[in-house]
């Protein structure tokens, strides 16, 4: 399996941005995807995950301002950032776990820096 992601970038505080996460190859039945989050000097957090019955969730730091969400057709995963923060600068990773037993794939990760 591979994950391309993409959408991420420099923005200033308050801004927003969309990132986007494309899978391809072999993939089973899928359990969850989503974003995690690295910043420098950091390990490497969740953001945000949508399961398989299509509950979410996210981490307290961005819930009601980040908002995740899949398009199975296209076997895409999204998330959308608003009310960006400083805080909220990092390398962002797409995520997906699928099959049974579970297989973990990670995409390449993208910049997003806030900052004005």
């Known amino acids: 399996v591979q994950l391309q992601a993409s959408g991420g970038g420099l923005v200033q505080p308050g801004g927003s941005l969309r990132l986007s996460c494309v899978a391809s190859g072999t993939i089973f039945s899928i359990n969850a995807t989503g974003w995690y989050c690295q910043a420098p000097g950091k390990q490497r957090e969740l953001v945000a995950l949508i399961y398989r019955g299509g509950s979410r969730n996210y981490v307290d730091s961005v819930k009601g301002r980040f908002t995740i969400s899949r398009d199975n057709a296209k076997n895409t995963v999204y998330l959308q950032m608003n009310s960006l923060k400083p805080e909220d600068t990092a390398v962002y990773y797409c995520?997906?776990?699928?099959?049974?037993?579970?297989?973990?794939?990670w995409g390449q990760g993208t910049q997003v820096t806030v900052s004005s």
């Open positions: 995520y997906l776990s699928h099959g049974a037993p579970s297989r973990d794939a």
